[in-house]
């Protein structure tokens, strides 16, 4: 009785840290899959968006507003694709406040690019999302080989089930980015 009563705070802290870390990882995947889905939603919505104008597709988007639009429908499938995640918060419109989401469309309409709000949802800078802190930029030129794309960030906390203090330990700050090009067909 003594020796299990020695050895079981040990196996609960244990058990715990094996649970966290399942968790962990099932939420990365969760974010992963989420800035993934968002991007693409979004560079399909700008190539409807971009046949509105007429063939041969502009470098980029002729109408402001339809910038705002991508961003919204980015922000709105990020959102719900974290639905799953432990510590997801919502503002009173149902956007989400956590996991932090900002949205980039990079293309060439104006020069230096034309998506207005690229970034604008990501917090100040120096705050635990250092991931953010990056210099967006509208401009086309980038990974999606001179097409124009699409650049969804994302910043969750986690939180453990166990606070190991002592050891340093506390929230963990997942951060993920993708970018999601536009097909031209």
Known sequence: MVEFALVFPLLVVLLLGIADFGRVFAAAITEEAAVRDSAEAAAQEWQQLCQKY???CPTGLLNPADYASLHALA???ACHETESMPG???DGSGNCVMPVIAVCV???H???GGDPQCGAE???AGGPCYAMDDPWSPARAGPAGGRPYVEVRMCYRFDPLIDVALAGFGSVWLQKSNDFAVSNY
């Open 54 to 56: 007429g063939p041969p």
């Open 75 to 77: 922000l709105q499938v």
């Open 88 to 90: 997801r918060v919502l």
């Open 106 to 108: 990079h293309d060439d």
């Open 110 to 112: 104006d020069p230096g």
């Open 122 to 124: 990501a917090p100040p």
